[in-house]
T-cell receptor, first 115, second 115 residues
Framework: DTGVSQDPRHKITKRGQNVTFRCDPI?????LYWYRQTLGQGPEFLTY????????KSRLLSDRFSAERPKGSFSTLEIQRTEQGDSAMYLC?????????????FGDGTRLSIL | AQTVTQSQPEMSVQEAETVTLSCTYD???????LFWYKQPPSRQMILVIR??????QNATENRFSVNFQKAAKSFSLKISDSQLGDTAMYFC????????????FGTGTRLTVIP
């Protein structure tokens, strides 16, 4: 169990650029989640995958955001035409697919700063 | 709407003393799980303790215990024999038994353990 890993740890980009983050969940975890955490707030849910299927998206996930999990393993989160308001910590979490109320295991996050 | 309220933005406690962090939540659902997560400075979020809402017995995990009052929708965390390593942001969260099982987080309580 190597834990959830996210890459990069930090990303600084100019407004209007596209960015892509990667998340590698704990192996054999079927469920994968993306959250966004802004300063002074708790994480807010963005989207959820079970294996390769994206089963739920929150209203926070505007059409500039897209997430994939092509083979049911790693996932990517892309933000197009970044805006100042996208500056945040983006957290990935995974949990086993079996059992109810399984705790989610979080990565270190990717901190995005928009200039 | 599902909400989690942590009314104490910051707290401090002397090393070896006991501290209680408060959390209230609001949901119309009856079946859910409650969690406390800890986020140390610049480190990943980790699970502290988990409570199943249909169990009346309060969960305990070593020095950590909860006081779960379902009717009052209250879920406080007690840390006994506080240690310097307990210094962190603490987030209260819940998830439903069905659906995506995404977490709904509070805004957090910053706990500082004073030597």
């Amino acid at each position: 169990d190597t834990g959830v890993s996210q890459d990069p740890r930090h990303k600084i980009t100019k407004r209007g650029q596209n960015v892509t983050f990667r998340c590698d969940p704990i192996s054999e975890h079927n469920r994968l989640y993306w959250y966004r955490q802004t300063l002074g707030q708790g994480p807010e849910f963005l989207t959820y995958f079970q294996n390769e299927a994206q089963l739920e998206k929150s209203r926070l996930l505007s059409d500039r955001f897209s997430a994939e999990r092509p083979k049911g393993s790693f996932s990517t989160l892309e933000i197009q035409r970044t805006e100042q308001g996208d500056s945040a910590m983006y957290l990935c979490a995974s949990s086993p697919g079996t059992g109810l109320g399984q705790p989610q295991h979080f990565g270190d996050g990717t901190r995005l700063s928009i200039l | 709407a599902q909400t989690v309220t942590q009314s104490q933005p910051e707290m401090s406690v002397q090393e070896a003393e006991t501290v209680t962090l408060s959390c209230t939540y609001d949901t119309s659902e009856n079946n859910y799980y409650l969690f406390w997560y800890k986020q140390p400075p610049s480190r990943q979020m980790i699970l502290v303790i988990r409570q199943e809402a249909y169990k009346q017995q309060n969960a305990t995990e070593n020095r950590f215990s909860v006081n779960f009052q379902k009717a009052a929708k209250s879920f406080s965390l007690k840390i006994s024999d506080s240690q310097l390593g307990d210094t962190a942001m603490y987030f209260c969260a819940f998830t439903f038994r069905t659906g995506a099982n995404n977490l709904f987080f509070g805004t957090g309580t910053r706990l500082t353990v004073i030597p």
